[in-house]
């Protein structure tokens, strides 16, 4: 049972417009999310993150939009830049005291930024 | 700066193979993982670790064993490795204790093929 999606799994976008990718999430109980970006043979990178008691949370270029009540979020970047072309993982975690953090992940998201 | 590092970029083993992945970090975290990433699934949990010599199992465990001697170091362990085991593996670490430990610090990742 998937608990984090992310339904589009690919995105093309022209250089200097705006991205925005989208997830879902099932589990009423997480209370923090994140995104990172991978590049091809690398690890994930953290990119912002989000608390369940905000709507949104800007860094630069990059904005996170929570909607709980649809069980939503949205990373924009504005404007978009080729070097942003990678793969964006949401992620979702749960307060649970003794977990180890966990995160759960969602399957990812192919950017494409055209020059 | 903030450091985890495994053993091998590239790894090639036979079917039956036991094949050891070791991962190092840096930051004095309390809480490990391992991850596999496969072409649209996404990052699915195999097994964490919040303590040394604790380990729990996550979404995927079956095939897989882990191993936390040292607070740094988390070693993941295939008995007998098969073809399906053939994947990205991703160790990570992370804080524990405050909201911003939810942020998960990758290493670069073991491209594991099994023959």
């Known amino acids: 049972d998937q608990q984090v999606k992310q339904n589009s799994p690919s995105l093309s976008v022209q250089e200097g417009r705006i991205s925005i990718l989208n997830c879902d999430y099932t589990?009423?109980?997480?209370?923090?999310f994140l995104w990172y970006k991978k590049y091809p043979a690398e690890g994930p990178t953290f990119l912002i993150s989000?608390?369940?008691?905000?709507d949104k949370n800007e860094d630069g270029r990059f904005t996170v939009f929570l909607n709980k009540s649809a069980k939503h979020l949205s990373l924009h970047i504005v404007p978009s830049q080729p070097g942003d072309s990678a793969v964006y993982f949401c992620?979702?975690?749960?307060?649970?005291f003794g977990s180890g953090d966990k995160l759960t992940f969602g399957t990812g998201t192919r950017l494409a930024v055209r020059p | 700066d903030v450091k985890v590092t495994q053993s091998s970029r590239y790894l090639v083993k036979r079917t039956g193979e036991k094949v050891f992945l070791e991962c190092v970090q840096d930051m004095d975290h309390e809480n490990m993982f391992w991850y596999r990433q496969d072409p649209g699934l996404g990052l699915r949990l195999i097994y964490f670790?919040?303590?040394?010599?604790?380990?729990e199992k996550g979404d995927i465990p079956e095939g897989y064993s882990v191993s936390r001697e040292k607070k740094e170091r988390f070693s993941l362990i295939l008995e007998s490795a098969s073809t399906n085991q053939t994947s990205m593996y991703l160790c990570a670490s992370s804080a524990t204790g405050t909201a911003v430990s939810y942020e998960q610090y990758f290493g670069p990742g073991t491209r594991l093929t099994v023959t």
């Open positions: 670790s919040y303590d040394v010599k604790m380990k």
């Open positions: 589990n009423s109980m997480f209370d923090y």
């Open positions: 992620a979702a975690s749960a307060a649970d």
């Open positions: 989000i608390s369940s008691i905000k």
